[in-house]
């Protein structure tokens, strides 16, 4: 075999190892990425009850309501992000600090019914944490500005209107 | 006083490694023996003056000085002192400073065992280590200082995520960190060869041992993060895909390529430019990996703080080390003519094959990692890309390898012949289908069953090159017992990490059957789950050192007879205000029965329940994976100063 001819068989190998690993991660992506929503974008449109989404927003006042179902844990809640809320089931152990007015991203699919199907709630250890997604999609609709303070206390997040574009939003309305 | 000690002793480790970083890297280039001479002094002395800032720090947190920042906000006055001492690195200035103390471990363990190297690469592998000490020190002392005092000191300190108090997770840090900064080393042998324009079989033959050391550590650290997530997080699942195991898993990834390659650089001169780029590309994947994930800019659970100020100067200090290593691959790289021809059908060729398909799950975890972040700073899209994505790419890559793991060491160096191999493997083969079958009539899991098959391809397949070497089955039995003593314990290493993986596999392929269930119980009431009765015996309060619990004495029975108690807690942190779920689990090594608790309401409590089949085999095989690992290590042919000597008798300089 000659160089060249051994040269070009390594290429083809190497070619195919990126190829399928190149191939394999786009398949993946089109049918694995998930998407985070906030309850307005899922009022707008509904993504359909196959596609798994993380929805972020804060677990709405007075919403909470842990029952059960064949013996099974079953919780219900609404999550809001001020505008609109969307009922949530989650059958499972619910975060340590998962309570009222607690900035949550749930894991799950949207039924036709219009229930989100939670199978994972995170929520974070701090009272004043807000989960990532949560600040950065409330910042874009314009319902937090990052440079006029810090985050309002979450419990009165959920009554907060959306601030008119370019002014900055004052904490706690 | 101590702190002042411990911030001085720090300034002056940055002011040492600066001197490492230049004297010695000057003095190799000029060929002043002096400036050479001086690198391992430096190395040492820089060892010892952050050896003495770590040691103020713990000393800080260990007598609970409150007037240091870092204590009051990481630890109380009522912390066991265990935690005390591990809290220390529990945090995000201290695991910093632990990250410089173990690399500056490395320079000194290079002038220390580095003897039998010719004393211009020695010189300029310390002098490369310094550069990037220097940096990192530096950022320690300017963006991360530990020993910022407050005044006034506060009563108590605000105490320690109560998460992290916890054995597994207080020496975690250390092992995984070791494997993280130990491919520091074959970084610098890299960049140290680089700058010389020169790499022959012999750089293969120094890099290796200390990748293997790197390796058997990080295998180690990964398998000890993902029992901890095991068993504290209370899940019930061993691997998350979360970015932080994903940073960990990236480097033991390439590592393990380099590991492979770093054979064909020293047996056959082959895949030196491969070598060296994938050392460069390991070392800057620990890099990003810690730093990246500990500043938050990858968005996982378990980033410690966000300051930007700290993100730029991290951006920036990586930018320059993998940045600069780079550039002067590019410059170099040309330089090392390739040699050492070799047929595709040969020990190189599989290990070329192991290499491309580590790579490539390197790749594909990379880009799953990270894409989240680039679609947010492009698009301003919100994306995250979870286990689904991992589980669709990295296993399809990985039934490839796992069929060439077993085969490729039973092939002749150069060109082989693939039909002798698979004679010698016949057996292997007809076991693992025999596995396979046996599991698909029995489990009915066609997934389950092709792992448990692909676990005992490995085991066995990993002792074939021995049986092989002690002719068993063709000499008499007691000749083949007397050749097992003349076996090398390199080849003894590479069995056993071959056959720990299988032993992992088979772990996870055990896990794919555990079942679950979440149920909410009154004390008395008892539920069915994977043939065992599990009774809610009752509930109690008990108290911690600084903690209360409440307690589910909950009692497995098999048809009718006790086999455990379980108590499952949950620990309220009156400090932290916070709640932690203990665990309890119990283990007959080939199932785990698990339970957490969750939530009280109306005297009824929740909890997950688990059985999971062969769950301790994960982290069984991992350890198998890092003694193998360090038994090759205690070959003598691999040791740094045992071939040397041999091989400046015969090679010619």
Same mark, same amino acid.
């Given at each position: 075999?000659?160089?060249? $001819?051994? $040269?070009?068989?390594?290429?083809?190998?190497?070619?195919?190892?990126?190829?399928?690993?190149?191939?394999?991660?786009?398949?993946?992506?089109?049918?694995?990425?998930?998407?985070?929503?906030?309850?307005?974008?899922?009022?707008?449109?509904?993504?359909?009850?196959?596609?798994?989404?993380?929805?972020?927003?804060?677990?709405?006042?007075?919403?909470?309501? $842990?029952?059960?179902?064949?013996?099974?844990?079953?919780?219900?809640? $609404?999550?809001?992000?001020?505008?609109?809320?969307?009922?949530?089931?989650?059958?499972?152990? @619910?975060?340590? @600090?998962?309570?009222?007015?607690?900035?949550?991203?749930? @894991?799950?699919?949207?039924?036709?019914?219009?229930?989100?199907?939670?199978?994972?709630? @995170?929520?974070?250890?701090?009272?004043?944490?807000?989960?990532?997604?949560?600040?950065?999609?409330?910042?874009?609709?314009?319902?937090?500005?990052?440079?006029?303070?810090?985050?309002?206390?979450?419990?009165?997040?959920?009554?907060?209107?959306?601030?008119?574009?370019?002014?900055?939003?004052?904490?706690?309305? | 006083?101590?702190?002042?000690?411990?911030?001085?002793?720090? #300034?002056? #480790?940055?002011?040492?490694?600066?001197?490492?970083?230049?004297?010695? =890297?000057?003095?190799?280039?000029?060929?002043?023996?002096?400036?050479?001479?001086?690198?391992?002094?430096?190395?040492?002395?820089?060892?010892?003056?952050?050896?003495?800032?770590?040691?103020?720090?713990?000393?800080?947190?260990?007598?609970?000085?409150?007037?240091?920042?870092?204590?009051?906000?990481?630890?109380?006055?009522?912390?066991?002192?265990?935690?005390?001492?591990?809290?220390?690195?529990?945090?995000?200035?201290?695991?910093?400073?632990?990250?410089?103390?173990?690399?500056?471990?490395?320079?000194?363990?290079?002038?220390?065992?580095?003897?039998?190297?010719?004393? #211009?690469?020695?010189?300029?592998?310390?002098?490369?280590?310094?550069?990037?000490?220097?940096?990192?020190?530096?950022?320690?002392?300017?963006?991360?200082?530990?020993?910022?005092?407050?005044?006034?000191?506060?009563?108590?300190?605000?105490?320690?995520?109560?998460? =992290?108090?916890?054995?597994?997770?207080?020496?975690?840090?250390?092992?995984?960190?070791?494997?993280?900064?130990?491919?520091?080393?074959?970084?610098?042998?890299?960049?140290?060869?680089?700058?010389?324009?020169?790499?022959?079989?012999?750089?293969?033959?120094?890099?290796?041992? !200390?990748?293997?050391?790197?390796?058997?550590?990080?295998?180690?650290?990964?398998?000890?993060?993902? !029992?901890?997530?095991?068993?504290?997080?209370?899940?019930?699942?061993?691997?998350?895909?979360?970015?932080?195991?994903?940073?960990?898993?990236?480097?033991?990834?390439?590592?393990?390529?380099?590991?492979?390659?770093?054979?064909?650089?020293?047996?056959?001169?082959?895949?030196?430019?491969?070598?060296?780029?994938?050392?460069?590309?390991?070392?800057?994947?620990?890099?990003?990996?810690?730093?990246?994930?500990?500043?938050?800019?990858?968005?996982?659970?378990?980033?410690?703080?966000?300051?930007?100020?700290?993100?730029?100067?991290?951006?920036?200090?990586?930018?320059?080390?993998?940045?600069?290593?780079?550039?002067?691959?590019?410059?170099?790289?040309?330089?090392?003519?390739?040699?050492?021809?070799?047929?595709?059908?040969?020990?190189?060729?599989?290990?070329?094959?192991?290499?491309?398909?580590?790579?490539?799950?390197?790749?594909?975890?990379?880009?799953?990692?990270?894409?989240?972040?680039?679609?947010?700073?492009?698009?301003?899209?919100?994306?995250?890309?979870?286990?689904?994505?991992?589980?669709?790419?990295?296993?399809?890559?990985?039934?490839?390898?796992?069929?060439?793991?077993?085969?490729?060491?039973?092939?002749?160096?150069?060109?082989?012949?693939?039909?002798?191999?698979?004679?010698?493997?016949?057996?292997?083969?007809?076991? #693992?289908?025999?596995?396979?079958?046996?599991?698909?009539?029995?489990?009915?899991?066609?997934?389950?069953?092709?792992?448990?098959?692909?676990?005992?391809?490995?085991?066995?397949?990993?002792?074939?090159?021995?049986?092989?070497?002690?002719?068993?089955?063709?000499?008499?039995?007691?000749?083949?017992?007397?050749?097992?003593?003349?076996?090398?314990?390199?080849?003894?290493?590479?069995?056993?990490?071959?056959?720990?993986?299988?032993?992992?596999?088979?772990?996870?392929?055990?896990?794919?059957?555990?079942?679950?269930?979440?149920?909410?119980?009154?004390?008395?009431?008892?539920?069915?789950?994977?043939?065992?009765?599990?009774?809610?015996?009752?509930?109690?309060?008990?108290?911690?050192?600084?903690?209360?619990?409440?307690?589910?004495?909950?009692?497995?029975?098999?048809?009718?007879?006790?086999?455990?108690?379980?108590?499952?807690?949950?620990?309220?942190?009156?400090?932290?205000?916070?709640?932690?779920?203990?665990?309890?689990?119990?283990?007959?090594?080939?199932?785990?029965?698990?339970?957490?608790?969750?939530?009280?309401?109306?005297?009824?409590?929740?909890?997950?329940?688990?059985?999971?089949?062969?769950?301790?085999?994960?982290?069984?095989?991992?350890?198998?994976?890092?003694?193998?690992?360090?038994?090759?290590?205690?070959?003598?042919?691999?040791?740094?100063?045992?071939?040397?000597?041999?091989?400046?008798?015969?090679?010619?300089?």
């Amino acid at each position: 075999m000659t160089r060249k $001819r051994r $040269r070009l068989y390594w290429l083809l190998a190497c070619g195919l190892g990126v190829g399928s690993a190149a191939a394999l991660a786009l398949s993946a992506f089109r049918d694995n990425l998930v998407f985070f929503v906030l309850p307005s974008d899922l009022a707008a449109q509904h993504p359909g009850p196959d596609r798994t989404l993380r929805l972020g927003g804060l677990v709405a006042e007075g919403s909470v309501v $842990r029952g059960s179902e064949d013996g099974h844990p079953l919780a219900r809640f $609404r999550i809001t992000d001020g505008r609109d809320a969307v009922p949530v089931t989650f059958s499972g152990i @619910l975060p340590d @600090l998962f309570r009222e007015g607690q900035g949550v991203v749930a @894991l799950g699919t949207l039924g036709r019914d219009g229930v989100f199907h939670a199978a994972e709630v @995170l929520a974070k250890h701090d009272e004043t944490y807000m989960p990532k997604d949560v600040a950065e999609a409330l910042k874009q609709k314009g319902l937090w500005n990052p440079k006029a303070g810090p985050p309002p206390p979450a419990s009165t997040w959920n009554t907060l209107a959306p601030a008119k574009a370019g002014a900055p939003t004052k904490a706690g309305g | 006083m101590i702190p002042e000690l411990g911030h001085f002793a720090l #300034a002056l #480790a940055v002011a040492l490694a600066a001197a490492q970083a230049v004297l010695p =890297l000057w003095g190799a280039q000029r060929g002043d023996a002096r400036l050479i001479a001086a690198a391992p002094g430096l190395a040492v002395g820089q060892l010892i003056a952050l050896a003495t800032a770590f040691g103020a720090l713990v000393w800080s947190n260990v007598v609970s000085d409150f007037s240091v920042l870092n204590v009051v906000e990481n630890s109380q006055a009522a912390k066991p002192l265990l935690y005390k001492i591990t809290g220390t690195w529990g945090n995000h200035e201290g695991s910093i400073l632990l990250w410089c103390l173990i690399l500056a471990i490395c320079g000194a363990v290079v002038a220390g065992f580095g003897r039998d190297l010719p004393s #211009a690469l020695r010189a300029r592998v310390i002098g490369v280590l310094g550069a990037s000490s220097a940096g990192f020190i530096l950022f320690a002392l300017t963006e991360s200082n530990p020993f910022t005092r407050v005044w006034p000191p506060p009563m108590d300190g605000q105490g320690m995520n109560p998460l =992290l108090e916890d054995p597994g997770l207080a020496f975690h840090p250390p092992i995984l960190y070791a494997g993280y900064v130990g491919f520091a080393i074959p970084f610098a042998f890299a960049v140290a060869s680089l700058i010389e324009g020169r790499i022959d079989a012999s750089w293969g033959r120094w890099v290796r041992p !200390w990748t293997l050391g790197a390796w058997a550590f990080l295998t180690g650290g990964i398998a000890l993060g993902s !029992w901890w997530a095991y068993y504290e997080l209370g899940w019930g699942g061993f691997w998350f895909w979360d970015p932080v195991e994903n940073a960990s898993l990236l480097p033991w990834l390439t590592g393990t390529a380099l590991l492979h390659s770093a054979i064909v650089v020293e047996k056959r001169e082959a895949l030196k430019i491969w070598s060296v780029l994938l050392a460069i590309g390991t070392f800057s994947l620990s890099l990003s990996g810690t730093f990246l994930v500990r500043s938050g800019i990858l968005n996982s659970v378990h980033a410690f703080a966000t300051d930007p100020a700290r993100g730029i100067f991290i951006l920036a200090l990586l930018a320059l080390v993998i940045g600069t290593a780079l550039v002067l691959f590019a410059l170099r790289a040309p330089v090392l003519a390739p040699s050492g021809l070799f047929a595709p059908v040969s020990r190189e060729g599989a290990l070329v094959v192991n290499n491309i398909l580590l790579c490539s799950m390197a790749a594909v975890v990379f880009t799953g990692t990270t894409y989240p972040m680039f679609a947010n700073l492009i698009g301003g899209a919100q994306i995250s890309v979870g286990a689904p994505f991992f589980n669709a790419t990295v296993l399809p890559l990985s039934v490839p390898l796992f069929a060439v793991m077993s085969l490729g060491p039973l092939l002749a160096w150069k060109r082989a012949a693939l039909a002798p191999a698979i004679r010698k493997l016949w057996w292997a083969a007809l076991a #693992a289908l025999a596995v396979g079958l046996t599991a698909v009539y029995g489990l009915g899991h066609a997934l389950a069953a092709l792992a448990f098959a692909g676990a005992a391809w490995l085991v066995l397949g990993a002792f074939a090159e021995i049986v092989e070497r002690v002719r068993l089955f063709r000499v008499p039995v007691g000749v083949s017992l007397a050749r097992l003593g003349g076996v090398p314990r390199s080849v003894w290493g590479s069995s056993l990490a071959h056959a720990g993986m299988g032993v992992t596999m088979a772990g996870v392929a055990g896990m794919s059957l555990a079942v679950h269930t979440i149920v909410a119980m009154h004390p008395g009431e008892s539920v069915g789950l994977g043939g065992y009765q599990w009774t809610l015996s009752r509930l109690y309060d008990a108290p911690g050192p600084n903690f209360t619990a409440r307690v589910a004495e909950v009692t497995v029975t098999r048809d009718g007879r006790v086999v455990t108690t379980l108590t499952p807690s949950r620990r309220s942190y009156a400090l932290q205000r916070n709640t932690v779920t203990d665990t309890s689990i119990r283990t007959n090594l080939l199932r785990d029965l698990y339970t957490a608790l969750g939530e009280e309401r109306d005297g009824a409590v929740v909890l997950r329940l688990h059985v999971n089949p062969l769950a301790p085999w994960i982290w069984l095989g991992a350890l198998v994976m890092a003694a193998g690992g360090a038994l090759s290590l205690s070959d003598r042919r691999l040791r740094v100063g045992a071939p040397a000597r041999h091989a400046a008798a015969t090679v010619p300089a």
